[in-house]
């Protein structure tokens, strides 16, 4: 499954992805509301863990008011250190599936979550499939295909084209790039994606007539469509 933590305590965020990933789950992250809601309305998942006291101004119950109100049935899993029974009944109404305390044990989180991953409706289902133009990925067999033609890459690589193309025709920082394919939270100071961009053009892009990738000067880079005009 394709996950969403919005948790602002590192160590407990943290401890959750790790559990995940050794799981065999997909799981994105965001530390405060604001993240976290761009990320929520933004993305397709199956199930967002969502902490209930969040800082800057937008709390998990923001968020999950937000979602519903915009139609958005993603199955959500509230948790928070507010135990009483008032608070539980205040996020239900908010609309959550669920809702665990703090603390928690791993194993009973990842049942509720994958219980409510089993739940969720077709609608909800991440995306299979990503297509830019003449380029598709496979997310499940992660196949890289453009024209029609099998693109062999390797796995960060993959990565690296999967996040410029759900964000394609966006510009992409590098500090995105690190945070998202290379899970760096800082900046190594190393031309790491210099090297894995110079190897995805000379395979996505150099066999054809117009390029996907392109550089943004001072600011990243951006996949484009080469059915586009003027592209």
Known sequence: MRLLIVEDDPTVRNFILKGLRESGHVADEAANGKDGLFLAVSEAYDVIILDRMLPGGIDGLNILETLRAQDNHTPVLVLSALADVDERVAGLKAGSDDYVTKPFAFSELLA?????????????????????????LDLLAREVRRDGKRILVQPREFRLLEFLARHAGQVVTRTMLLEKVWDYHFDPQTNVIDVHVSRLRQKVDKPFERPLIHTVRNAGYILRSDLDEGS
């Not at 979550?113 to 380029?135: D, F, H, K, Y």
């Open 112 to 136: 509720r979550v994958e219980a409510l991953g089993r739940r969720s409706s077709p609608e909800n289902a991440p995306r299979t499939n990503i297509e830019v133009g003449t380029l598709s």
